[in-house]
Structure formats: C-alpha cells, structure tokens
Nanobody, 122 residues
Framework: VQLQASGGGLVQAGGSLRLSCAASGSIFSINAMHWYRQSPGKERELVATITSGGSRNYADSVKGRFTISRDNAKNTVFLQMNSLKPEDTAVYYC?????????????????WGQGTQVTVSS
C-alpha cells in the first residue's frame, strides 16, 4: 500500500492550493484519513481529519480556511487550502488508517505519504 501526495507549490499570501493524496495497493477499505504538516524546527501537527463516514475535524489554526474531503471510490483525500498565510508554509503529509486482508483476515495499518511542500510568500 502506498500514499502518493501531490499539489504543493509556491503561492502568495491570500492564495489557494489544493492537495491530493491517492492510496493504492491491496486495499480492502480506508477508515480515517488525515493531513499533517511540519515546519522547520517544529513538531508535526495534525491539520485535518475526515472519517469514513465524512465527519471532519480541523486544527484551530486552519478552521474556516481549509476543507478536507475524500473520494472513496478513488481512495483519495483532498485538502483545499484558501486564504493561505505565510505561517501555513510547511511540508504537508497525508496519513490514513487502511484495512488490508491477509488470508482473509482484516488488519488495520497506518500509512504515511511522502510529503508535499507548500510555501506561502508574504
């Protein structure tokens, strides 16, 4: 199983970006999907979560500006980022709790994507 993130880039403050993260491999189903970010010298922080049922949670710092969504048919999670600020600059990582089958028995494993750089200039 792999998670492939894309969509990062350089944008001016106030601009928008849309991140995507597609899961591939022998996937039975996917539970919660998350976006994290990490800035230089800081710990990785949880930005947004979406459950398999569509419930969403956000870090206070991004509420009202970021929207997480998912396409279950394509095993893909998105992060729409609007009104970007310089402090949003970070490497963004997707993360997912994925159920795989081993000899017909379901197992839940946690997977990370490779990260995509988002840089917001002032």
């Amino acid at each position: 199983v792999q998670l492939q993130a894309s969509g990062g880039g350089l944008v001016q403050a106030g601009g928008s970006l849309r991140l995507s993260c597609a899961a591939s491999g022998s996937i039975f189903s996917i539970n919660a999907m998350h976006w994290y970010r990490q800035s230089p010298g800081k710990e990785r922080e949880l930005v947004a979560t979406i459950t398999s049922g569509g419930s969403r949670n956000y870090a206070d710092s991004v509420k009202g500006r970021f929207t997480i969504s998912r396409d279950n048919a394509k095993n893909t999670v998105f992060l729409q980022m609007n009104s970007l600020k310089p402090e949003d600059t970070a490497v963004y990582y997707c993360n997912a709790d994925i159920i795989i089958l081993r000899v017909g028995v379901p197992y839940v494993n946690n997977y990370w994507g490779q990260g995509t750089q988002v840089t917001v200039s002032s």
